[in-house]
């Protein structure tokens, strides 16, 4: 789009230039130049936010599934270490069952 935006402008800065003079056509000619490098500038600039935008997201993203992957395991650690609570439990029930049998 660029290309097409700086070929237009050429275009008609040399259609404008045919009838002018050799000052007015050297002026007209800086002006469109000018035109044209800040049309690239702020093209380039919304490439750049664009970019950033999206390397952001991707951080955020990254960030998120590694807090999901932290809470998946505290979770996993926790659900081990009462199943392991329980197990005890069971056992020392069971064994106090079996001591007051015994009596």
Known sequence: MRKIMIATLAAT???G??????????????????????????????????????????????????????TAAAAGDAAKDGAAKALDATGDAAKAAADEVKK
């Open 17 to 70: 230039l045919s009838a002018c003079s050799e000052k007015a056509q050297d002026a007209a000619g800086e002006a469109a130049n000018a035109v044209a490098d800040d049309a690239g500038a702020a093209a380039d600039a919304a490439g750049n936010a664009v970019e950033g935008a999206a390397e952001a997201t991707a951080d955020a993203a990254g960030n998120a599934v590694d807090a999901a992957g932290e």
């Open 13 to 15: 800065a040399a259609f």
